[in-house]
Structures are given as C-alpha cells and as structure tokens.
C-alpha cells in the first residue's frame, strides 16, 4: 500500500511537470470551449425575431396586418422590392392583389402566405366577423428548448474526460523495457509491475478528473453557459469516462510498439472520431446517427457520456443512464484484461 | 535531392499512419456532407417535422389531423415525456401534439384544448400554433345549433395565394447536390489543415534530432537547396493527401460534376492546401516538439474552421467572430464556397488573400529557419 502510495507522488509529479499532458488536459479542453462559445454565443442566445413584411401604401390589407404582433410592416414603393428583398430587410412583399413576392423558401415566408391565405379564406368561409373570436387560444404550451447546438459542449466534455487516454499510453511505455529508459531500469527491479501500473492508473484518473473539474467550473462560472444541474450521476458518467480513457490509453500502449509520437496520433484520431459521431462537430451528424443507426450511439462511449448528460441534466430523464454506466465498465474491463494479457511474462534476450 | 528522398523515404515509412488519419477524415467528410437537408429552387412551403398523439378521435380530431398533415410532414412519436422532450430538444420534431380525450367539447368552451410540446423560441413553433389556433376559429365560425359545419370549413381551406419567387442570380440549379459539394469541401478545410499539420509533423521529427541537426549544418547544402528540398517533400506529400479528398468528391458524385462549379471548388481547394501547407512549413520551423505539432494541428484546425464557418454556417455567427475569422485563410476559402462563381474574376480577391497567408507563412517559415541554423 505504502509502495503504491509512493508511486503515485512520483509519477503524478512525472505526469504533471509533462508539456503534453498540461496541454492536452488543461489548456486544450480550455481553449476548445472558448472557440465554441465565441462560434456558439449568438446562436445559443437566439430569440424569436418577427417576421418583416413589405408592403405598398394602397394595401387594403394593411390594417389587419398591423394588428399581428409577430410581423413587422414596412410601406415601401414598386421599385424598392427587389432591393430589400435582397438585402433580407424584408422576408416578402404583399401586393395589392394579396399576391406575394419572395426570394426564397422558408418558414418565415411560409407564415406570411399562410396569414394572407387565412385572410382570403376568411372571406371563402363567408361568416359574420363576430362569429371569429381572435382572442380564444385552444392551446396549452408546453415548453421543451430546443438546443441541439449544446450537445457540442456536452461532446467537449465527454471527450476530454477521456483524455486520461495520454497519461495511460505514457505509464505503460514507463514499465516497458523496450520502449522506455526507465523501463529497462524497472524491468531488472525486484519492483512488482502491476504496482506500478496501478499506481499510473490511479494518477491517470485523478489527475485528468481535477482537469475536468477546471473545465465545468470555467464554461459555469467564466462562460457562464449552466451544463450540469444534477450532480450525482453527471459524476458518475464522468469518473467512468475517465475510466475508459485510462483504459483506451492503456491498451493502445500495451497493444504495439509503435513510437509514443505514433500512439499520441492514434489517440486523438479515436477520441475525435468518436466525438465527431457523438456531435461535437456538427449535432446533426448526432441526429442523423439516431435516425438511421441507433445501434452506433449506444455502443460508441463517447455518445454514451454526451447523451445520458445532456438528458440528466436538461431533460431530467435518467433511464438510459444504467445501461450507459454498465456498456462503459464493460469496454473498461475488456481493455484492462486484454491489455493485462499483453503486458503479463514479458522477458527481453537483449534491448 | 538527398533530402528530398530522405524525407519521402520518411513518409513512407510512416505510410501506414498517415493514411489511416487521411482515412477516418475522409469518412468524416462524406458522413458531413450526407447529413444536410436538400432544397428546391422554386417556392415550396415549409412543411414541419410533427408527431400528433390522438386520444380522441373524433370526427373533429381527426379532420384536425388530416389538415395539419396536409401542411406538415408527420414523424412518429409515441406517449412518453421524456421521448417527447427529446425529440424536441434534438431538433427532431418541431413540435408533439396532444389531443385530449374531451377535446369536442373543450373546443366549444374555448378552452385550452390542446397540449402542445415546442420551444417557444422558434418560429416554427409560432407557425404550427397559428395553423391549429386558425383551424379551431374556423370551426367554431362555423358552429351552430349544436353542429360544426366540417366541409365548409375544409372548402374555405382550399384556398391558396400565389407567391412569386423574384428571379435570383444563381446559376446552380440543383440545390441538393450544390449543397452536398459546398459542405464536403468545406469539411476538408478542417481536415487538410489538421491532417497536413500532424502528418508532415511527424515526418519532420525525424530531422529534428540534435546530431542529425548539427551534421546537416556542416554539410555542404545551401540553405536555401536544403529548405528548397524538404518544402518539395511536403508538397508531394500534401499534394497526395490533397488529391485523395478531390477524388474522393469525384468518386462519390462524379455524376453531378456538371450540375456544380467544380472547377471553383478544385481551384480553391488547391490554392487553400497551398496556402495550409506554408503554415505548417512555418509551424515546423517555429518548433519540432511533437507535443506542440499535435496540439497546434489540433486547436488550429478546430478552432478556425469553427470560427470560420465549416461547421456553423457564416450567417449564423457573430460579426466579431467574422471580423476575428479573417486573420485565417480559412474564412476566405469557405467565402468561395458559399459564394456564386461566373467567372475567376469573382472570386479573385478571396483567392489571392489565401496566396497573401500563404507568402507570409512561408516567409516567415524561412526566417525561423535561419534564425536557428544560425543559433
């Protein structure tokens, strides 16, 4: 125990004084969230904008138009049409003739056809105007935001809580004698291995657990974005997030002996596709996944992390999170015994 | 050329590496592309994507379904709260709509008849509470003697408006494949400055060695030759992996070549590599830590095209996020993207800005050098 103790204080000053690793854990995921928020704000902050309508002074239409609350009405002349309608100032134009001018589709253009159309149907119905009460609302709101776009922080998150992947490839090129100085050193040691290795496992894990932390503290406090509103099983999703990216880390270590320069490679390739699948870089990708592979996103871990925290957390469901924690400590344990399997009675005639 | 089959002997080694990255991106790119939603030319409603859980089913709850089908497409839902948010929160429906058992005779009283789940922030949302709201006015217009007249109401709905779509410049006809080329080649800015920063990194390493280094200065190359030399090993290999992308777009779409500008996009995509390739000649003359090479390769590449409109359309982000884009070749290279290209001239303020940061990196890649052989 004494032993194990000793090892982490080592290797955790080894790890925390390594350029790659204050980058990767710390600064990087940092940097990350700024471009995010920077690219991200003013979508985040959308609100409902009302729709611009055009329209020339004779319009007999007018009056009823100015009593809508969500359109805009601009008076402008024939000639002017074209213009706005191509510097956007107007989404469409209503002629007298309740005809329309638009430039393109789209759903602002879709409702101001729709809002002309109820006025001629209105006449088509042919009712006393006292029949239509305008005030009477059939429907009851229920509220749900629609925010695909923060599952791109979600992702960000998921990610770098598996980047303890770095610290697992460097502690298993530390116990290998055919790829690290200390290794040979080690491997002529009465020293146990797998003390080691579990020593580098449990400074993997804590130190990229204290990188985390500083990321959901700057994106809540600096960024001032609110992720996580229920704590007990966000943390539970991250720690085994963690726990696989040691993991991953370990066993892409242990599994060739390709340079550290190569792995480090390989490393960010995986965590980034996998976060590419999961919607960091586009959360359609997410959706189109959902809809034609489900499959994909319950086996890929990084999906598993992005998903159960945005439902804990903006949903408030947690059904899927037993299944999510059960499939992660089944990758855990299969990478560990694997990469156990690879580093177990390794002799060396010469190095 | 003694550097020069040096360093492609190098790259060769690490083929294996190389392209695997050149590989997941390329997949990358085509799930990117595939995931974008086709538009037409001529107007067309906008229809939404709505689920409608009916536990009425009434005469009158059914022809509220058949007009909203009418006008929106219907996906599939199922009576579950956490399903329903989902769906919303993810963009997959715009709205979920439930019709109460009693729902006749709430529609009578005026009351609050229907449970409608939709984010309140979107216009879609205000478009499909107008469609029921006008359908149940009209209904209860027509409501007399206890009876509601159904086919009047669905005669007076027939009636439509004409909407004009004014003539537009464009050129390019098929929006879908336009849109498919757009957001391919826009893609492979990300992948091209992230995969030429990392995988030229790594063939580099291999000169960075100190011994290496010091025999190399003594030995009888220019430095000019020297530098002439390694740029040409890099440009063999960025053309390869540059090459790989535009066919890759030809593979996939060969048949719509004609529908589209593809000289623009090969063009630019050319002038672009060119110009990321004297970036990382410059990144590997600042520095040969392979941890910096990685993580410029990673937050350079990200972070631009993130800012750049790769993965966020332009229009969608901020102006001071634009003006701040600008300082990268990467905003100019998505401009020509997006823009309509009749003839060179177009676009030629964009391309040569690209050749601009192409000529200062690679300046600037030759200073560094010098600054350190001197050293």
């Known amino acids: ?351 | 050329m003694t550097v020069f089959k040096h360093f492609i002997k190098i790259a060769l080694r690490n083929k294996g590496v190389i392209l695997s990255y050149t590989i997941i991106f390329l997949i990358l790119s085509i799930l990117n592309g595939s995931g974008n939603v086709q538009r037409e030319s001529n107007f067309i409603e906008t229809r939404l994507d709505i689920g409608i859980i009916d536990n009425s089913n009434s005469e009158l709850s059914n022809s509220l379904k058949d007009y909203l089908k009418e006008k929106n497409n219907i996906i599939d839902t199922k009576l579950d709260e956490e399903y329903i948010k989902e769906q919303i929160f993810l963009g997959i429906a715009d709205a979920i709509i439930i019709i109460p058992e009693d729902f006749d005779e709430k529609v009578i009283n005026k009351e609050n008849s229907i449970q409608i789940y939709n984010d309140d922030r979107k216009t879609e949302s205000l478009q499909i509470e107008n469609q029921i709201n006008k359908f149940l006015t009209f209904i209860n217009a027509t409501y007399e003697n206890g009876e509601y007249d159904l086919k009047d109401v669905k005669l007076a709905l027939d009636k439509k408006t004409e909407v004009e779509l004014v003539e537009s410049d464009n050129k390019e006809n098929n929006r879908g494949v336009v849109d498919w080329f757009k957001y391919y080649y826009n893609f492979t800015s990300y992948v091209i400055m992230a995969i030429y920063i990392a995988a030229i990194g790594l063939v580099m390493t291999d000169f960075t060695d100190e011994n290496i280094g010091s025999r190399m200065k003594i030995s009888s190359k220019k430095f000019l030759q020297f530098n002439k030399e390694i740029y040409l090993g890099q440009l063999t290999v960025a053309g390869m992996i540059t090459l790989i992308f535009i066919l890759g777009s030809i593979v996939l779409k060969g048949k719509y070549i004609g529908e589209v500008n593809f000289e623009k996009y090969v063009i630019n995509v050319v002038v672009f590599s060119f110009s990321i390739l004297c970036l990382t000649f410059l990144i590997n003359n600042i520095t040969r830590n392979k941890f910096i090479i990685n993580a410029m390769s990673t937050v350079l590449s990200l972070g631009t095209s993130f800012m750049s409109g790769v993965m966020v359309p332009q229009e969608v982000l901020g102006e001071n996020v634009l003006k701040i884009a600008k300082f990268f070749p990467t905003y100019y290279f998505v401009k020509i993207n997006e823009m309509t290209v009749n003839s060179f001239l177009d676009m030629k303020y964009e391309i040569s800005m690209q050749l601009l940061f192409a000529i200062v990196f690679l300046l600037m890649g030759l200073y560094f050098n010098k600054v350190k052989q001197k050293a």
């Open chain 1, 1 to 351: 125990m004494k032993n194990i103790f000793r090892n982490c204080i080592y290797q955790g000053k080894n790890l925390f004084r390594d350029f790659g690793f204050s980058f990767w854990s710390l600064i990087y995921p940092l940097i990350m969230a700024i471009f995010f928020y920077t690219a991200l704000s003013e979508v985040l902050n959308s609100e409902l904008e009302n729709i611009n309508v055009g329209v020339d002074s004779e319009n007999p239409i007018v009056y009823i138009l100015e009593e809508i609350d969500f359109l805009n009405i601009h008076e402008i002349t024939q000639d002017e049409i074209v213009k706005k309608l191509d510097n956007e100032e107007i989404d469409g134009f209503i002629d007298r003739d309740l005809n329309i001018k638009v430039k393109e589709s789209g759903i602002n253009q879709t409702i101001i056809k729709e809002v002309v159309e109820q006025i001629k149907q209105m006449e088509k119905l042919n009712r006393p105007i006292e029949n239509y009460d305008f005030e009477a609302d059939y429907i009851l709101d229920r509220n749900q935001k629609a925010n695909s776009l923060v599952i791109i922080f979600y992702s960000l998150i998921a990610m770098v809580s598996t980047y303890g992947i770095f610290a697992g490839i460097e502690t298993v090129s530390l116990i290998q004698a055919n790829l690290s100085n200390i290794g040979e050193r080690l491997n002529i040691t009465p020293l146990r291995k797998s003390k080691f290795l579990l020593a580098g496992v449990i400074v993997a894990l804590f130190l990229n657990l204290f990188a985390n932390g500083i990321l959901i503290i700057f994106i809540k406090y600096a960024l001032k974005i609110n992720l996580f509103n229920e704590i007990k099983y966000s943390a539970i999703l991250l720690i085994m997030g963690n726990l696989f990216g040691v993991a991953l880390g370990v066993f892409i270590g242990a599994s060739n002996k390709k340079s550290s320069n190569v792995k480090t490679l390989i490393a960010i390739a995986i965590t980034l596709a996998l976060s590419f699948l999961s919607g960091m870089m586009n959360p359609e990708i997410k959706v189109m996944i959902d809809e034609n592979a489900p499959i994909l996103s319950r086996i890929n871990p990084i999906s598993i992390i992005t998903n159960n925290l945005y439902r804990i957390n903006l949903l408030e469901s947690t059904k899927s999170v037993g299944e999510g924690i059960l499939i992660l400590s089944i990758y855990c344990i299969v990478l560990i015994f694997t990469s156990y399997i690879f580093l177990r009675r390794k002799n060396y005639d010469s190095i």
